[in-house]
């Protein structure tokens, strides 16, 4: 069974560009889940989704960021008009059902550099 | 508001020395508490849980026990291994209308040295 998979592993983008981020979660796993990590911190929550809707987005900057997840194909974070201060590591985890003594599987993440 | 304090790092310890990082939590309800590490250039991995009052996590020598009283979840090894050099997050899940989000504390980094 393949883990969370998440490409592009490393993104580099000019200030104002667009960045998306694509996240497989793990077969069977209903339910996707994005972090932050920002230099020599934690990771923050950003969004939680399941299918086709988006459950809590309390996490995100209301401006230039969105989330998806279709029925088909991966979850998608875009990050428009990217500023160098959105330069961080973005994780996706999923897990198969909700819960707080779920665990959550994460990818390798993708590492986003804006110049 | 809900919040997770982690051992500052970083922490560097010989081969075969015994480990102990740190983790205490606010005492609002009762979270679920995962210990996560994450190797150089990686994703996070899984190492243990314990979901209620009293319970051990192990994984590859490691272990952590829920302790209600103290509101922490230190993470232990007896004898560290070189490979055993990371980055260790304890998070905690409070459940209730948001019992999908983990809560992170900063990161302990360790480094094992030979």
């Not at chain 1, 490393?10 to 990590?37: D, I, T």
């Not at chain 1, 974070?77 to 160098?84: C, E, K, M």
């Amino acid at each position: 069974n393949a883990g969370v998979m998440q490409n592009p592993r490393h993104l580099v983008r000019r200030r104002g560009q667009e960045a998306r981020l694509r996240c497989s979660p793990m077969k069977g796993h209903s339910h996707v889940y994005w972090y932050r990590q920002l230099p020599e911190e934690g990771l923050k929550f950003m969004v939680y989704l399941q299918k086709e809707n988006i459950i809590d987005e309390s996490g995100m900057p209301k401006e230039r960021f969105s989330a998806e997840f279709p029925k088909e194909g991966p979850s998608i974070l875009r990050i428009q008009q990217v500023v160098r201060g959105d330069s961080a590591a973005y994780f996706c985890a999923s897990s198969p059902r909700r819960g707080n003594q779920e665990t959550q599987y994460f990818g390798p993440g993708t590492r986003l550099l804006v110049l | 508001g809900n919040s997770v304090t982690q051992m500052e790092g970083p922490v560097t310890l010989s081969e075969e020395a015994f480990l102990t990082i740190n983790c205490t939590y606010t005492a609002t309800g009762y979270p679920s508490l995962f210990w996560y590490v994450q190797y150089p250039g990686e994703g996070l991995q899984l190492l243990l849980k314990a979901t209620k009052a009293d319970d051990k996590g192990s994984n590859k020598g490691f272990e952590a026990t829920y302790r209600k009283e103290t509101t922490s979840f230190h993470l232990e090894k007896g004898s560290v291994q070189v490979s055993d050099s990371a980055v260790y997050f304890c998070a905690p899940n409070w459940g209730g209308g948001s019992n999908y989000k983990l809560t992170f504390g900063k990161g302990t980094l360790l480094t094992v040295n030979p």
